[in-house]
């Protein structure tokens, strides 16, 4: 904690020079931390070059070498204000947040698993429409008690089925998300943070957030440059919890798509018959004389 304490202090006051105060996340906090991490870690990965491949190295004048140490250092500011934002608002996400983090991880990649295996069923629509729903959730107690609940409900009805796919699925953690979940709900009840504290640790989180963000934004776009023929290599630093995200996205779209096609057009539906066919048309008539043209404006009658 103390070394959190001197990366928040080192880095409050660029954080407040940039202006912003909004929540820029688009995605949840923990992926957004553990994305920054990984975009630290990158830049010492790939800094030198090795044989044809390029290095970071030949860009530090754009991206300095010191970039990952100070990313770091940024995480550190980020999770100590989150800290500190979380024991004002939500003590209860302070105390069992990270194990009720770690459940939800727990019965979502279960469910991933088990149901990623190109069989449309009405549990991948579930499970699609809860991650859906909990996407944009942040860490506090009402968002991560609801999300404890969907997953352990959807994990409830196919209990046997993960145990089959993954002998070492916790089944446990079932209702270990239940009582957590009731947990959270319970002690949210009893918390009324005071206002103005809350919204000043509030900003200044957002603050560091932005931050963080701007610089493994940097990074990615660096790395798209100098790995620009190497995409295996810019897809390490790239958003995998993006991708998922759109994958999924166009699998539903791919089912709703399949779902509204015209029921002759699907596969093993007999089209109905086609009607019978007209008699031709007698001959035509002998076109009429072309009319007169009307003056120009004229209205006919």
Do not use: C
Not at 194 to 209: C, D
Not at 272 to 293: E, H, I, L, W, Y
């Amino acid at each position: 904690m103390a070394k959190q304490g001197k990366d928040y202090d080192r880095w409050v006051k660029a954080a407040a020079e940039l202006g912003r105060t909004d929540n820029p996340l688009s995605l949840p906090y923990d992926v957004a931390v553990r994305e920054a991490v990984t975009a630290a870690a990158f830049v010492k990965k790939y800094w030198e070059p090795d044989g044809d491949r390029p290095g970071l190295k030949r860009v530090k004048n754009r991206l300095p070498a010191s970039s990952s140490d100070e990313l770091l250092s940024i995480v550190h500011a980020v999770q100590e204000a989150q800290t500190r934002l979380l024991l004002i608002v939500d003590p209860a996400v302070a105390d069992v947040g990270e194990r009720a983090r770690f459940v939800v991880d727990e019965l979502e990649s279960a469910l991933e698993f088990l149901l990623d295996d190109d069989v449309d069923e009405p549990a991948d629509a579930q499970l699609a429409r809860i991650k859906e729903f909990h996407a944009q959730d942040g860490q506090r107690s009402s968002a991560l008690s609801q999300a404890l609940r969907d997953y352990a409900g959807l994990a409830e009805s196919l209990k046997d089925r993960l145990v089959d796919a993954d002998e070492e699925f916790d089944v446990r953690l079932i209702l270990e998300a239940r009582k957590l979940a009731e947990e959270l709900q319970r002690r949210t009840l009893e918390t009324i943070p005071e206002g103005g504290t809350s919204a000043a640790a509030t900003t200044i989180r957002n603050q560091l957030l932005h931050l963080m963000l701007e610089r493994v934004g940097a990074i990615r776009k660096t790395a798209a440059h100098v790995f620009r023929r190497h995409p295996d290599i810019v897809r390490e630093v790239t958003s995998a919890y993006e991708r998922r995200r759109r994958a999924a996205a166009r699998r539903e779209k791919a089912r709703k798509a399949a779902e509204s096609k015209p029921v002759e057009n699907r596969p093993g539906v007999v089209p109905p018959p086609a009607a019978a066919a007209s008699p031709p048309p007698a001959a035509a008539a002998s076109p009429p004389p072309a009319a007169v043209a009307s003056p120009a404006g004229a209205q006919p009658s």
